[in-house]
């Protein structure tokens, strides 16, 4: 089994910052991706912003600029950390996880989600 732990989400007004932290534990033999997808209510799951084990990144257009992925490989953390946050981005913060077991078998998981509030 593995676990997701996240953290940090909150309440913040606009235009503040957060930092969110997922911690990957069990059996996962490597780890190859990690990411941060949003939901907000009634809309659909949507990519935050990605990276791969040697370090490369990808983030939503929305997001550019504003928003910081990175991650300790060596205590399997994923970091978000989120300035100028904008109203519209209320939603549950989803860490999610890719990489493979000790068959070679790629398995991805996710977390239970942590709730962020950007009030006016």
């Known amino acids: 089994q593995v676990q997701l732990e996240e953290s940090g989400g909150g309440l913040v007004q606009a235009g503040g910052s957060l930092r969110l932290s997922c911690a990957a534990s069990g059996r996962i033999f490597s780890i190859n991706n990690m990411g941060w997808y949003r939901q907000a209510p009634g809309k659909q799951r949507e990519l935050v912003a990605g990276i791969t084990s040697g370090g490369g990144t990808n983030y939503a257009d929305s997001v550019k600029g504003r928003l910081s992925i990175s991650r300790d490989s060596a205590k399997n953390t994923v970091y978000l950390k989120m300035n100028s946050l904008k109203t519209e981005e209320t939603a549950d913060y989803y860490c999610?996880?890719?990489?493979?077991?000790?068959?070679?078998?790629?398995?991805?998981?996710w977390g239970q989600g942590t709730q962020v509030t950007v009030s006016s």
């Open positions: 999610n996880v890719v990489g493979t077991n000790g068959f070679g078998i790629p398995v991805g998981y």
